[in-house]
Nanobody, 115 residues
C-alpha cells in the first residue's frame, strides 16, 4: 500500500520562503516531484527529479525553487524561495512507478502567498 505524508504548506508573505516535504512508503519510485493546482486552473508540474538526480522545473519557478530527493528515505522536498502571489495553490506530491506504469498522488498541501 502506497502512502504519502506531506508537510510544510502554509501562509507566507510575498518574497518569503517555504519548504515542502513528502515522505512516500510502499514503493520505490523512478520519478518523484510536485504538482500544483490553483483555483480555476489545471494541475501543472512544478518540479520533478528522477532516481538518477535529473531535475525538471516549470519555467515559472526556475531560479526560485529547488527540488531534492533522498532515495534511501524515499522523500522529496521542494524549497520555495522568493514566493509570489501567483504561486498560491494546492501542492501535490507525485510519484511514478516504472514497474507498475502508474502515478501516485499525495493528498495536497495548501500554499498561500499573500500580504
Amino acid at each position: 500500500q502506497v502512502q504519502f505524508v506531506e508537510s510544510g504548506g502554509g501562509l507566507v508573505q510575498p518574497g518569503g520562503s517555504l519548504r515542502l516535504s513528502c515522505a512516500a512508503s510502499g514503493r520505490i519510485f523512478s520519478i518523484m516531484g510536485w504538482y500544483r493546482q490553483a483555483p480555476g486552473k489545471q494541475r501543472e508540474l512544478v518540479a520533478s527529479v528522477t532516481g538518477a538526480g535529473t531535475t525538471n522545473y516549470a519555467d515559472s519557478v526556475k531560479g526560485r525553487f529547488t527540488i531534492s530527493r533522498d532515495g534511501a528515505k524515499n522523500t522529496v522536498d521542494l524549497q520555495m524561495n522568493s514566493l509570489k502571489p501567483e504561486d498560491t495553490a494546492v501542492y501535490y506530491c507525485y510519484a511514478f512507478s516504472r514497474t507498475e506504469l502508474r502515478d501516485y498522488w499525495g493528498q495536497g498541501t495548501q500554499v498561500t502567498v499573500s500580504s
